[in-house]
Antibody, heavy 124, light 108 residues
Framework: EVQLVESGGDLVQPGGSLRLSCVVS????????MSWVRQVPGKGLVWVSR????????SYAESVKGRLAISRDNAKNTVFLQMNNLRAEDTAVYFC?????????????????WGQGALVTVSS | SYVLTQSPSVSVAPGKTAKITCGGN??????VHWYQQKPGQAPVLVVY???DRPSGIPERFSGSNSGNTATLTINRVEAGDEADYYC???????????FGGGTELTVL
């Protein structure tokens, strides 16, 4: 059974920091790009960041560039999202999601597995 | 950056066919994925690479993609299909994933 389990969600004051973790099991982690997606309750899905299979390449949505940082530890099957200088508009449920990458063909798959989400609330 | 446009809502009677569209500039040149999300739950992949279904997804779900529009079709709609549906693509030009705004499917 594939499981993605997020942790680290919390209430934090504006300007504060938080680190989300997502532990993955049931898949060959090193074969998957990983992403973070957020969703304000009642609103749509918004992609936040992604990291490639070995962590050598990352990208971010414009709204979070310079404040959020994605990383991974393939030895621990874990992806992280370091969140700094948090703003009220960062309040959301944060999902981690996996997409298979075939290095031989360059094929990048859909978000086939998702975590259950971690709630981040930024408020004073 | 690349933009995907979905109608906010679609309503359909049980047993009928629902079509949910996703518009984007030359989206026919991209692989489109579709997710179903029910309240309080994580999204679930229902169609990938325009028209393929993951294992466990009923054949009632199908997809197509051409020109500037991708379409998710749900045949013989059931009450349990009531959910939000999102289209999704990888935009290599901006090195980013993009979601549509989502379509709320209501089963009458």
């Amino acid at each position: 059974e594939v499981q993605l389990v997020e942790s680290g969600g919390d209430l934090v004051q504006p300007g504060g920091s938080l680190r989300l973790s997502c532990v993955v099991s049931g898949i060959t982690f090193k074969n998957y790009w990983m992403s973070w997606v957020r969703q304000v309750p009642g609103k749509g899905l918004v992609w936040v960041s992604r990291i490639n299979v070995d962590g050598s390449s990352t990208s971010y949505a414009e709204s979070v560039k310079g404040r959020l940082a994605i990383s991974r530890d393939n030895a621990k099957n874990t992806v992280f999202l370091q969140m700094n200088n948090l703003r009220a508009e960062d309040t959301a449920v944060y999902f981690c999601a996996s997409s298979r990458y075939d290095i031989s063909t360059g094929y990048l798959g859909p978000f086939d597995y998702w975590g259950q989400g971690a709630l981040v609330t930024v408020s004073s | 950056s690349y933009v995907l446009t979905q109608s906010p809502s679609v309503s359909v009677a049980p047993g009928k066919t629902a079509k949910i569209t996703c518009g984007g500039n030359n989206i026919g040149n991209k692989n489109v994925h579709w997710y179903q999300q029910k309240p309080g739950q994580a999204p679930v992949l229902v169609v990938y690479d325009d028209s393929d279904r993951p294992s466990g997804i009923p054949e009632r779900f199908s997809g197509s993609n051409s020109g500037n529009t991708a379409t998710l079709t749900i045949n013989r709609v059931e009450a349990g299909d009531e959910a939000d549906y999102y289209c999704h693509v990888w935009d290599g030009g901006s090195d980013s994933w993009v979601f549509g705004g989502g379509t709320e499917l209501t089963v009458l």
